[in-house]
């Protein structure tokens, strides 16, 4: 099993995400590299599907819905558009 980094998460509830089916995208179009997003629990798990597996199941991402919310929020008003190219 891949190591829980997240304190505030049980082993079973982080094995849970990390194994979740992950939805990608509409908008990841023809190339299908995107990133994923599953839920259990009260919690929001994000997944790089360009990488292996093993690989994108170790660099699973655990986010509360009030976290996301707030990045949203912030994508939403532009506060992060000097990043995209």
Do not use: W
Request: proline share 6%; aromatic share 10%; charged share 20%.
């Amino acid at each position: 099993m891949t190591h829980n980094p997240y304190q505030q998460l049980t082993d079973e509830l982080y094995a849970q995400l990390v194994h979740a089916p992950h939805a990608k995208p509409l908008a990841s179009g023809a190339s299908g590299s995107c990133i994923t997003v599953a839920s259990a629990g009260g919690f929001i798990s994000f997944q790089d599907d360009k990488l292996p597996t093993e690989e994108r199941r170790a660099r699973t991402q655990v986010y509360t819905p009030e976290e996301l919310a707030a990045f949203v929020a912030d994508a939403k008003a532009g506060h992060y558009d000097q990043y995209l190219a």
